[in-house]
């Protein structure tokens, strides 16, 4: 499932980098520490990987 927002986007890219190990899991926060938690690295790339052309900046319904 593709982000629906650039922030959600971003915090998917974070948790996937934490999932990869290029960043450390306990830097993460809020979106970014529930996905981390909660999706599996394969969730994480759909997410984080759709293009950000047209995308609002948050979307107050996710």
């Known amino acids: 499932m593709p982000a629906k927002s650039e922030a959600q986007q971003m915090a998917a890219g974070a948790a996937l980098a934490a999932k990869r190990g290029e960043k450390k899991a306990s830097e ?22 759709a293009k950000q052309k047209n995308k609002p900046k948050h979307n107050a319904k996710s």
């Open 28 to 49: 993460l926060e809020g979106a970014a520490k529930s996905m981390y938690d909660s999706m599996d690295e394969d969730e994480l790339e759909k997410m984080a990987s």
